[in-house]
């Protein structure tokens, strides 16, 4: 049992969205320095949040030249994670 429940309406991406990376699989990407998470949108439509991910990591995630491969050496599996139902 969850102590909180996500609404994924607060972590929704609409196309005026300035979050959008250049990426072969990765479509956007947010990072809230006030709660730690990093969310995550794949071109094939899943998306992600990272719990508990801190700033110095969302900032070089940001601002890595590969978002894919820093995601995975970085972030999957260092860092919990929810998918988040958008539908």
Request: with cysteine; aromatic share 16%.
């Given at each position: 049992?969850?102590?909180?429940?996500?609404?994924?309406?607060?972590?929704?991406?609409?196309?005026?969205?300035?979050?959008?990376?250049?990426?072969?699989?990765?479509?956007?990407?947010?990072?809230?320095?006030?709660?730690?998470?990093?969310?995550?949108?794949?071109?094939?439509?899943?998306?992600?949040?990272?719990?508990?991910?801190?700033?110095?990591?969302?900032?070089?995630?940001?601002a890595?030249?590969?978002?894919?491969?820093?995601?995975?050496?970085?972030?999957?599996?260092?860092?919990?994670?929810?998918?988040?139902?958008?539908?």
């Amino acid at each position: 049992m969850s102590l909180f429940t996500i609404n994924p309406s607060l972590y929704s991406f609409d196309d005026g969205d300035r979050d959008s990376v250049e990426s072969s699989n990765i479509d956007k990407i947010k990072y809230c320095s006030y709660t730690y998470t990093l969310i995550v949108k794949f071109t094939g439509g899943g998306v992600y949040l990272y719990s508990s991910v801190p700033h110095s990591i969302g900032k070089k995630f940001a601002a890595a030249e590969s978002k894919g491969k820093y995601l995975a050496k970085y972030i999957v599996g260092a860092y919990p994670y929810t998918k988040l139902d958008t539908q």
